[in-house]
């Protein structure tokens, strides 16, 4: 599968490796171009290909991995036909994300202002899209071992769109991570948005019931 990032910061660098470590191709855009990309795909290996923000969403699967506040601009132009929307943001209204207690609480009663979820904020603004908000409870630090033998650690996904969420979690399950379905957007992305129940948690999948 071919999966593009808007954005290329340590989402792209951390998920993209799990990515093309289980054989799919990545393509990786950010705001200044691809030609300032190659050291970065260089260091992901041959999996991963420097692209434009075009080319990025034109993939399979698309994950926005940008910056709150740089949102709007990633998504403005675009023309989404349907295709997978990966919302990995976290709404830390700041620039520079502030992940401390004070500035999470400062963020999450912002959001809690608008009156929906981020993950809905963001569907409003990719129109078309089919939008999953997953990749994005957790620090990337804490999930950057890429042995075979890596913990089988828990991704949240949620989502209004049954088929497009069953494929983001085959995805997400095909790195050796484990994705739990938390229900639709508006419930489940409630619980784990930044400074949500479930945002910051660093859980480790030993077995299932059912």
Do not use: Y
Request: proline residues 4%.
């Amino acid at each position: 599968m071919k999966v593009g990032f808007i954005g290329a910061g340590n989402v792209t660098r951390t998920f993209g490796r799990h990515l093309t470590n289980a054989g799919h191709t990545i393509v990786v855009s950010n705001s200044r171009g691809p030609e300032t990309l190659a050291d970065f795909v260089a260091d992901l290996g041959p999996g991963a290909i420097a692209g434009t923000r075009e080319q990025a969403a034109e993939c399979d699967v698309v994950i926005l991995a940008t910056h709150w506040v740089k949102v709007p601009e990633a998504l403005k132009d675009t023309d989404w036909h349907g295709r997978i929307l990966v919302d990995a943001t976290n709404a830390h209204m700041d620039p520079v994300p502030d992940i401390s207690l004070a500035g999470v609480t400062r963020s999450r009663a912002a959001l809690k202002l608008k009156g929906r979820t981020s993950s809905e904020i963001v569907a409003e603004m990719a129109v078309g899209a089919r939008l999953v908000k997953s990749i994005s409870n957790m620090p990337m630090a804490w999930i950057q071992d890429f042995s075979p033998n890596k913990p089988r650690t828990v991704i949240f996904a949620s989502g209004d769109d049954t088929e497009a969420k069953q494929l983001v979690i085959e995805l997400i399950n095909g790195t050796g991570l484990v994705a739990i379905d938390l229900g639709a957007l508006a419930t489940g992305g409630a619980m784990h948005e930044v400074g949500a129940p479930l945002s910051g948690l660093e859980l480790h999948f030993v077995r299932r019931l059912r």
